[in-house]
């Protein structure tokens, strides 16, 4: 029968159909007012009567078949295109989200941040002076006028203009009696330089902390105790030290403390009481009031702290360095 011939033929193109716009031809030319059905259906007046009918229905049949193998494939084809981007385009809801970059404080932020702390306990205030130092504060003012030969023992970067990048925290000593007066009890934390050549235990920048205390009948005795609570806390443990003579203008007498570190000394703070020159440069009566400083090497302490065998660390920005902190 002719319907059969065309059904059989639509059946085989539906089959092999690979997208909505096929389907959509063939749905057209099997279904529409053109298509070989439609003009059976409508030759069917030509047909002897009792062909008609069955005729007529083989026709119904065959469009019917085309309409659900139409559908059918329209459903497959969908179900393929989503299960394709279900197998590119899926997130896994489960997995726990990416680890996000988290910054590091810097060794030396820490333990300022200790000491900080740690000092402000005690009742000293926290003071920062400027990079740039003019000569009066960085060397005059401390008692190290320029004819002074201890001057050479800073190495000094001068600036064009006469002034410094200063080469230790002691100008900070001046400023804040000049702005406190006494009594003082106060720290000078931050950056130092010194044009010198750098190796693992020298930096050419570095850190210092400055400790200032004036008051009356301040003795050695109240310095060395200081320094060894200070330490202790810092260090986490009971440190051992050894205060030896040592030399500063601005302080008389003055002493190096060394600390004991695997069995060996390393030297650690400068410290003194402080001199006359000095606290009158600083519009204080040394009649009337005496005081100590100190002068710690933050980096040094860092080192011990975390057991780093290099000072250059420091400042190497290396993230390996910093990411462990
Ligand atoms: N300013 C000294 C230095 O940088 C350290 C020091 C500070 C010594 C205070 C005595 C008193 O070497």
New binding site residues.
């Given amino acids: 029968m002719q319907s059969d011939a065309i059904l059989d033929e639509a059946l085989r193109a539906i089959e092999v159909a690979s997208n909505e716009d096929e389907l959509q031809q063939l749905r057209v030319r099997y279904l529409g007012r053109k298509s070989p059905l439609t003009a059976l259906l409508r030759g069917l007046g030509q047909l002897p009567k009792e062909e008609r009918a069955p005729a007529g229905a083989a026709v119904n049949r065959a469009k019917q078949s085309v309409e659900q193998a139409l559908d059918e494939r329209a459903a497959a084809l969908r179900s393929e295109k989503e299960s394709a981007i279900a197998d590119t385009e899926w997130f896994d809801l489960s997995l726990p989200p990416p680890p996000r970059l988290q910054g590091h404080r810097h060794p030396i932020t820490i333990l300022e941040g200790e000491l900080d702390h740690l000092f402000r306990g005690m009742g000293y205030r926290v003071v920062e002076g400027p990079w740039v130092e003019d000569e009066f504060h960085n060397f005059d003012g401390l008692n190290i006028p320029e004819s002074h030969p201890a001057r050479d023992s800073?190495d000094t970067f001068w600036l064009s203009d006469g002034n410094v990048l200063r080469?230790?925290?002691?100008p900070v000593q001046i400023r804040a009696m000049r702005r406190f007066g006494a009594p003082l009890r106060a720290i000078f934390p931050g950056r130092?330089f010194r044009n010198e050549a750098v190796d693992a235990t020298h930096e050419a920048v570095f850190n210092?902390l400055?400790g200032l205390v004036i008051d009356k009948h301040i003795t050695p005795g109240h310095l060395f105790h200081s320094i060894n609570a200070i330490l202790s806390e810092i260090l986490n443990e009971d440190v051992t030290t050894r205060f030896r003579p040592g030399f500063?203008p601005?302080?008389e007498p003055?002493f190096e403390c060394d600390i004991l570190r695997d069995g060996s000394w390393m030297e650690l703070c400068?410290?003194?009481m402080v001199h006359p020159h000095v606290l009158r440069a600083g519009g204080i009566d040394p009649e009337e009031y005496t005081g100590f400083?100190?002068?710690l090497g933050i980096d040094r302490l860092a080192l011990m702290r975390w057991g780093i065998d290099d000072i250059r660390w420091m400042n190497s920005g290396d993230l390996r360095f910093l990411e462990q902190f």
């Fill in positions: 800073w080469t230790h925290t002691s130092v210092q400055e500063f601005f302080t003055s400068g410290m003194g400083a100190f002068g």
